[in-house]
């Protein structure tokens, strides 16, 4: 409403204005025609009248009566006046006075009438003091007139005539003015109209539906409409394959089977999906402003601070143990990806996958004690075993055939023994049941006593075994552990050494690089023998693997070595790495923290005790 | 401005939340390098003190903050004061948890005289009390953090035999003194924690209910006292 009231007001004052200019210009042209009109009649009566007064001019007389007659039939102040100037008689003046009536020879009228016949004038009269209209007619031949008629009517007359028609001239110039402003406004209002049509159209065809032509628009709006008909359909197509994919999205955030969580980068939640409530425990109708009002574990945590940063891999994982008391107990792995661009809070920034690994931590609890609970049943019944056939051996009378049997015997239990050892570490490692002694040992004395263990073996095997190793060379591990390390990688060098080759055992690193910090320790395993296809060497530290079958055969081993050896490894916070090439030989790189230099390791005790 | 007030308020309530989660993981970890006679994770439980008291003087600070420049009323005001309390009751829990890590490095050099059945059992409770009472403050379920301070009891119960059985071995055996004065600290201790986890549950009652628990568990206690006024 308050728009029409807006919409209209221009319209109104320019009415207004328009008919204020309209009646001003009227009123100018209603005016001169009335004047003009008067004039005129003034004239014709001169005509009549001077015929009268002809006569008196010529004897400058004084026909006072006759003036006064004259004025009332011609509703006009008459005065008559002399050639010379002198005022003979006035209708308006008393004959007493006419003496002080100054001379009117210098009169507009007079002076024109003089020169041709009539003469107008309009002024304030000096004598009655009145806006007046005169008119004065020469009487008497033009070279020497006898005299001048004038007749005179008041302004004031003539306004009192044109009175009446001046209202009616308002009244119509204010409905014009009314008119062409209504006729603004009527404009102005089919246009705005025409827009709104036009926005409403936009309106509807932004919210992808076809927008209804109006009635009645103009062909302008009509093309208009046609435009927006085509956006309203591109509009649709573009929402509906944008709908389609935001609930394909959506369906597959809710079904899928592994728990997923949205977070910004002030670990606000976003979004958390079914699967990762259920998989989270979190009761219906708890809050969830924030990743910990679901998730407390600080490992957890950390991986989902570190993943906002974009620093976690994809096989970086945090292991959540969701209690038993009441529910089953529960193992979760989360892993968490950062998500690119997501730089401001309300953003996603990480999004955490919660996977449920009970089931397969089951297995591999119930594999290991399988393994574990075999290996020590068989270890009784193997040891009886060797006992029995070491003691028949031990025979020196037995016929030829029982001896190869025997021999056979022996090296087949031998060798189930070892496998059955191999089982029960690996076994005992993987289960974490292995607790390391750590100490500071001297690296040297070390590699030097596992070359002295198998000597034997490899004088057997014609190879020779040279250690190469720095003179106060420190690590810190289990004694025990470590010597298994080296014993399993040195026999393995040696067993694939060719007949008449040399293995070497290099050892280096340890070198300060800081206050309290040294390098790594370093040791190189090195044999010139059959070496190992490179698809084969991610694969040789995983149990039971053998390289070849058929070299399987040839060298006695169980398969557990290496992979024991890398549990070890991994246990001590150390690595290995292989490097080989078929048939020219390997190089086994190990990898374990040096002690701390003597002074540093001192002071730190004394902290902490 | 009260947009900007909303998001500090949730932010302490995060911050406070992260710090509940560390202590009860240094709970787990000192009990964890008892039973396992572990003095690296013990060391370590005691050099992760450092962040937790980090967290205290922050949590302190942006709760003071909040109180000194916005002037909260109703459910804002109680959930701030509570912060504060809930936040010392947390600092406290991890000096606890210190407490067992350095028995447990001084035990690590004695030979284990009997299993370790008692402790271990106390501590789950501890823990669990921690856990559910900050289960019951995230959730604002102040069934929940009753239930939570009901069982404080169990927990003086199982410290108190303790005693009992350590002063027995003790009786029996001198040589034992010193390991059964640090088992009984141990115990002590999570007997603290199971007192401040209750601290805890009821401050999640008080934000929930906005009714004062303190020294009286009476679930129906406001009904009864109405009527005398």
Known sequence: ?609 | MKEHFFEKLESLRRQLIGMGAEVENQIRLAVEALVESDATKARKVIDRDKVIDQMEIKNDEDAIDLLATQQPVASDLRLLVSALKINADLERIGDHAVNIAESAERLSRFRPFKPWIDIPHMAEIARGMLQESLDAFVRKDSALALAVCKRDDLLDEKNKSIIRELLTYMAENPALISASIEIMSVSKNLERVGDLATNIGEEAIYIAEGEVIKHNLQPNRGAEAAPKG
């Open chain 1, 1 to 609: 409403m308050s728009r029409i009231l807006r919409r209209s007001l221009v319209p109104v004052l320019l009415g207004v204005v328009l008919g204020g200019v309209f009646a001003f210009a009227l009123s100018r042209v209603l005016d001169s025609v009335v004047k003009g009109h008067s004039r005129r009649e003034l004239v014709e009566k001169l005509e009549r009248l001077s015929p009268e007064f002809e006569e008196d001019l010529r004897t400058l007389a004084h026909p006072v009566e006759r003036i006064r007659q004259a004025a009332r039939q011609a509703g006009a102040r008459v005065t008559l006046i002399a050639a010379d100037g002198t005022v003979l008689g006035d209708s308006e003046v008393s004959p007493e006075r006419l003496e002080q009536v100054e001379n009117h020879a210098s009169r507009p009228e007079v002076l024109a009438a003089r020169r041709e016949l009539v003469g107008f004038g309009a002024r304030t009269s000096a004598t009655v003091l009145e806006p007046f209209l005169y008119v004065a007619r020469r009487v008497g031949p033009e070279a020497a007139p006898y005299g001048y008629l004038r007749l005179a009517i008041s302004q004031n007359q003539l306004d009192l005539i044109e009175a009446p028609f001046r209202g009616t001239l308002y009244q119509v110039s204010l409905a014009a003015g009314l008119l062409v402003g209504l006729l603004v406004f009527a404009i102005r209002q089919r246009h705005a109209n025409d827009l709104e049509r036009v926005r409403a159209g936009v309106a509807e065809a932004t919210a992808g539906r076809h927008p209804a032509t109006p009635a009645g628009g103009s062909e302008e709006t009509q093309e208009v409409f046609n435009a927006l008909a085509r956006f309203a359909r591109l509009v649709a197509k573009e929402r509906e394959g944008r709908e389609k994919a935001r609930l394909l999205a959506r369906t597959v955030f809710e079904q899928v089977p592994v728990g997923l969580l949205v977070v910004d980068r002030t670990l606000a939640l976003l979004d958390a999906n079914p699967a990762a409530l259920a998989l989270l425990r979190a009761p219906a109708g708890a809050p969830r402003h924030a990743l910990v009002d679901l998730v407390r574990d600080p490992e957890t945590l950390r991986l989902f601070t570190a993943g906002i940063r974009g620093e976690t891999s994809s096989d970086e994982t945090a292991v959540l143990r969701l209690g038993g008391e009441i529910s089953p107990e529960q193992v979760l792995e989360v892993n968490v990806r950062a998500v690119p661009h997501g730089a401001a809070a309300g953003e996603p920034a990480a999004v955490g996958v919660v996977r449920n690994v009970t089931e397969r931590e089951r297995t591999e609890t119930m594999r290991r004690r399988f393994v574990s609970d075999v290996s020590h049943e068989l270890r009784t019944p193997i040891a009886a075993i060797r006992a029995a056939v070491e003691t028949l051996a031990g025979e020196s009378d037995l016929p030829p055939d029982i001896a190869r049997l025997m021999s056979i015997l022996e090296r087949q239990s031998s060798e189930m023994e070892a496998l059955v050892s191999d089982l029960t570490d690996l076994s005992q490692i993987e289960s974490g049941a292995v607790k390391l002694a750590i100490e500071p040992i001297a690296l040297r004395p070390l590699l030097l006593s596992v070359v002295r263990d198998l000597a034997p073996a490899a004088e057997t095997r014609n190879v020779t075994v040279a250690v190469e190793a720095v003179e106060n060379l420190e690590i810190v591990g289990d004694t025990r552990r470590l010597s298994q390390v080296f014993r399993n990688l040195v026999d393995n060098a040696v067993k694939f050494s060719p007949a008449g080759q040399r293995v070497d055992i290099l050892a280096e690193g340890g070198m300060p690089i800081g206050p309290g910090r040294a390098s790594p320790v370093i040791v190189h395993v090195v044999d010139r023998g059959i070496g190992i296809p490179r698809p084969e060497q991610d694969r040789i530290f995983q149990r039971f693997y053998r390289v070849d079958p058929s070299r399987a055969k040839a060298v006695p081993g169980t398969g557990l070595g290496l992979a024991i050896v890398k549990h070890l490894l991994i246990l001590h916070g150390g690595t290995i790495r292989v490097d080989s090439e078929s048939g020219k030989g390997s190089r086994f790189t190990v990898t374990l923290p040096a002690a701390v230099p003597r002074d540093v390791a001192l002071e730190r005790t004394k902290e902490t005790s």
